[in-house]
């Protein structure tokens, strides 16, 4: 007993992978004028060049990320910090945590909208 392959398609005598890419073209011209199958505002803003996936998981955990950000400046400059008056000590430690949570905030736009692939040289 043979195991006989044939193929799924009536004309197997294309090559399958153009259809696989007229496929993709097609989704392609399809989605083209909305980025996140919603109002397109993004690519009327102009942020289509920018690499960003939309997916709802990914978006409310970036929210919330900046959310905790904006937290923790909330906390050490108004509970912490000005409780104590301004003086040398509030002014440095102020200036340096809002300092590195602006630089972490930066960071992680920088790193969700920078496309891995495209730092790889060919």
Avoid at 16 to 45: F, H, M, T
Avoid at 58 to 71: D, E, K, M, P, S
Wanted: one cysteine or more; a neutral charge; hydrophobic letters at 45%.
């Amino acid at each position: 007993m043979s195991l006989r392959l044939e193929p799924l398609q009536p004309n197997s005598s294309k090559d399958p992978l153009l259809d696989v890419e007229s496929a993709q073209l097609e989704v392609k011209k399809k989605d083209e004028n909305r980025c996140c199958r919603c109002c397109g505002i993004p690519r009327k803003l102009g942020l289509m060049k920018y690499w960003f996936i939309q997916d709802a998981c990914g978006i409310i955990c970036a929210v919330f990320t900046y959310l905790l950000i904006l937290y923790g400046i909330f906390a050490v400059t108004m509970v912490i910090l000005l409780p104590y008056g301004i003086d040398f000590y509030t002014l440095v430690h102020g200036v340096l945590f809002n300092a590195l949570a602006i630089s972490a905030t930066v960071a992680h736009v920088r790193t969700m909208m920078t496309d891995p692939v495209s730092w790889i040289v060919t």
